[in-house]
């Protein structure tokens, strides 16, 4: 099994920064993807960047380009989401995930087994 531990939502206001961790421990696989998705109140989850654990290689949503950095620090398995330039309608749950099933595109959530339990984004106008 795989834990993931996210930290380092809030409260913050638009135009605002923040960093979110994700801490992995457990039978991490030899070369997952980590992604990270959000949902909001009323809305389906939806995908916001993803990171190869190895290769490197990021995917970012369009809706986040420009304003989301994704990386990795293999020696502390953890994985980060930083996020400048916040808009209100960036509050969501953020969620940090391990892709297992590797047919499915690192975009869609079902591609992914391991969950975190989320960290709180609010961005106030």
């Known amino acids: 099994q795989v834990q993931l531990v996210e930290s380092g939502g809030g409260l913050v206001q638009a135009g605002g920064s923040l960093r979110l961790s994700c801490v992995a421990s457990?039978?991490?696989?030899?070369?997952?993807?980590m992604g990270w998705f959000r949902q909001a109140p009323g809305k389906e989850r939806e995908f916001v960047a993803a990171?190869?654990?190895?290769?490197?290689?990021?995917y970012c949503a369009d809706s986040v380009k420009g304003r989301v950095t994704i990386s990795r620090d293999n020696a502390k398995n953890t994985v980060y989401l930083q996020m400048n330039s916040l808009k209100p309608e960036d509050t969501a749950v953020y969620y940090c995930?391990?892709?297992?099933?590797?047919?499915?595109?690192?975009?869609?959530?079902?591609?992914?087994?391991?969950w975190g339990q989320g960290t709180q984004v609010t961005v106030s106008s």
């Open positions: 995930a391990q892709r297992t099933k590797i047919t499915i595109s690192a975009m869609r959530p079902e591609g992914y087994d391991y």
């Open positions: 457990g039978r991490i696989s030899n070369n997952p993807t």
């Open positions: 990171i190869g654990w190895n290769v490197g290689g990021t």
